[in-house]
């Protein structure tokens, strides 16, 4: 098993450019996250997917746009960059247990220079 | 006040010593808990879960206390491969924090 997966490793945009990360899961997890990682920041949750075909918003969307088509992927758009989102990005997946969250399991990173 | 809180360090333990921290966490209704590791440009992964009984994991020991609201992890015999990050996690319902993260610096 891979585990979670994340293309691409690294990238440099210009400002108002878009992209793609892709994010893929060989666990058959239900849940599955983007999260956006700054120093003094901490792991921030960008959006969610609680199941294929459905997406919510985290702590911080604005800026960004998912789509989980098929349970495996899960992609995570920048229309515009901007500079501030210059950040280094996880995704992670899990399986929920009763309700409640079990283990989440996360890609290595895409890290995202934005000039 | 912040859901998770940790102090950020970094603790700089010299090897062979025991290092603990705590995390804090402000929702009483929280009902999972974690501690994550994350080496430095790495992701994080899961280090233990945490039990209301604790639970040990050889040299790691991690504690709920549910009263004062908090966990912490205990690290015996520290090692040089022990210097890494050291995130605590809730979970609420579908919601997942996590604080903000511990350094440790394990001085040779």
């Known amino acids: 098993n891979a585990g979670v997966t994340q293309t691409p490793k690294f990238r440099v945009l210009k400002t108002g450019q878009s992209m793609t990360l892709l994010c893929a899961q060989d666990?058959?997890?239900?849940?599955m996250y983007w999260y956006r990682q700054d120093p003094g920041m901490g792991l921030r949750l960008i959006h969610y997917?609680?199941?294929?075909?459905?997406?919510a918003k985290g702590e911080v969307p604005d800026g960004y746009n998912v789509s989980r088509l098929k349970k495996q992927n899960f992609l995570l758009g920048l229309e515009s960059a901007a500079p501030s989102q210059t950040s280094v990005y996880f995704c992670a997946s899990s399986r929920p247990t009763a309700g409640l969250q079990e283990t989440q399991y996360f890609g290595p990173g895409t890290r995202l220079l934005v000039l | 006040r912040k859901e998770v809180e940790q102090d950020p360090g970094p603790f700089n333990v010299p090897e062979g010593a025991t290092v603990a921290f705590n995390c804090t966490y402000s929702?009483?209704?929280?009902?999972?808990f974690f501690w994550y590791r994350q080496d430095c440009r790495k992701e994080p992964k899961l280090l233990m879960s945490v039990y209301s009984s604790g639970n040990e994991d050889g040299r790691f020991t991690a504690q709920l206390n549910r009263a004062s609201q908090y966990i912490s992890l205990l690290i015996r015999d520290s090692k040089l491969s022990d210097s890494a990050t050291y995130l605590c996690?809730?979970?609420?319902?579908?919601?997942?924090?996590f604080g903000k993260g511990t350094r440790l610096h394990i001085l040779p």
């Open positions: 929702n009483s209704a929280s009902q999972s």
């Open positions: 666990m058959n997890h239900e849940y």
């Open positions: 996690v809730v979970n609420r319902d579908d919601k997942i924090i």
């Open positions: 997917s609680v199941g294929e075909g459905t997406t």
